[in-house]
Nanobody, 120 residues
Framework: QVQLVESGGGLVQPGGSLRLSCTTS????????MRWYRQAAGKERELVAV????????NYVESVKGRFTISRDNAKNTVFLQMSSLKPEDTAVYYC?????????????WGQGTQVTVSS
């Protein structure tokens, strides 16, 4: 059974920092690209950051470039999202996603989400 468990969300003031973690089990972690999505109230889910299976390629949505850093520890089956200089518009539920496409088949697994609220 595949499980993705996010942690590290919470309430933070504008300009503050948070570090999200997503620990996985039940899958071969180093074969999956890992992604962080977020969904603000009343809005569609948005891809925030992605890191390839070996960590060799990383990409971010424009709005978080220079403020967020995605990383992974394949030995611990965990992906991280370091968020700095947080803004109220970063408020959302953050989800991690494990993705793999191989031999025409697509695999996607999701965590339950962790709430991030940026407010004074």
């Amino acid at each position: 059974q595949v499980q993705l468990v996010e942690s590290g969300g919470g309430l933070v003031q504008p300009g503050g920092s948070l570090r999200l973690s997503c620990t996985t089990s039940g899958l071969t972690f180093n074969r999956y690209a890992m992604r962080w999505y977020r969904q603000a109230a009343g809005k569609e889910r948005e891809l925030v950051a992605v890191i390839t299976s070996g960590g060799e390629a990383i990409n971010y949505v424009e709005s978080v470039k220079g403020r967020f850093t995605i990383s992974r520890d394949n030995a611990k089956n965990t992906v991280f999202l370091q968020m700095s200089s947080l803004k109220p518009e970063d408020t959302a539920v953050y989800y991690c996603n494990a993705h793999r496409s191989t031999y025409g088949r697509r695999y996607d697994y999701w965590g339950q989400g962790t709430q991030v609220t940026v407010s004074s």
